[in-house]
Nanobody, 124 residues
């Protein structure tokens, strides 16, 4: 499975942004698609995960409220909707696919295929 994330850019604090992820290839192998981010000098952290076949969304407690993961079935795309952005949201954002089912769907190390990141910069 190959993934391509896009939609990053420079925004101001308080703005909203939508990131897109387009899995390609053997998408029938996907169990979950996740969004993650990594800021300079920090570990990669989970933002959300989506059950590929069914659309159920999962979030770590720290990300609930401002982030929403959704799938557009007609386009085979997964979006991350981000609201009320803060400077501390500045990071490289990645989407990833889990193709070998594992417990712990919010753990970055449980994802098998990764796209290139898209940079989100939030200015104050």
């Amino acid at each position: 499975v190959q993934l391509q994330a896009s939609g990053g850019g420079l925004v101001q604090a308080g703005d909203s942004l939508r990131l897109s992820c387009e899995p390609a290839g053997h998408t029938s192998d996907i169990y979950y698609v996740g969004w993650f981010r990594q800021a300079p000098g920090k570990e990669r952290e989970s933002i959300a995960a989506l059950l590929w076949d069914g659309g159920t969304a999962y979030y770590p407690n720290s990300m609930k409220g401002r982030f929403t993961i959704v799938r557009d079935n007609s386009k085979n795309s997964v979006y991350l909707l981000m609201n009320s952005l803060k400077p501390e949201d500045t990071a490289d954002y990645y989407c990833a696919a889990m193709t070998s089912l594992r417990l712990g769907i919010l753990r970055p190390d449980h994802y098998d295929s990764w796209g290139q990141g898209t940079l989100v910069t939030v200015s104050s």
